[in-house]
């Protein structure tokens, strides 16, 4: 499955992530792997995921954290950020392979950690586009 959206909000962006969010089947473990430059919306895109399975939260971007957790109604949410994760035993010291197994996981900037992404994980992949400051192509594949 291959979905390409654009997005011409921050509005749009957390109203493609609601949708996303919805078909997620969250009686299990999940795995979003998120992909960006930065200032793309992925933050964005994660308060939208969050708006569905963790209502009420207040999500902010753990750059500092690493990992920001949000109590959903099935299993919690976990938002990474792993932008200062350097190598596999960064993972383990942060938990990573602790959490991937309890809950939702979102993790901003995998592209630095692919190797450690789960199989059958989500990609979301948000790019700039040509077309104006505030548009956004969103490629959601699983």
């Known amino acids: 499955m291959k979905e390409i959206f654009n997005s011409h909000s921050t509005e749009e962006t957390e109203q ?15 795995f979003v792997a998120m992909l960006g430059d930065l200032g793309v919306g992925k933050t964005a895109f994660v308060r939208g995921v969050a708006s569905v399975l963790a209502s009420g939260a207040r999500v902010k971007s753990p750059t500092f954290t690493v990992v920001n957790e949000y109590h959903g109604e099935k299993l919690p949410l976990y938002h990474f950020d792993v ?23 979102i993790v901003e900037w995998s592209e ?17 586009s040509p077309l104006g400051e505030n548009e956004r192509i969103i490629t ?3």
Request: charged letters at 35%; a negative charge; hydrophobic letters at 35%.
């Open 140 to 142: 959601i594949e699983a």
């Open 83 to 105: 932008y200062r994760i350097e190598d596999e035993d960064d993972l383990y010291s942060v938990g990573f392979y602790d959490y991937i197994e309890k809950g939702v996981c």
């Open 112 to 128: 630095n950690i692919l190797d450690s992404v789960p199989s059958g994980a989500y990609y979301v992949k948000i790019e700039r």
């Open 16 to 30: 493609i992530a609601r949708d996303f969010a919805a078909r997620l089947d969250t009686g299990k473990p999940e």
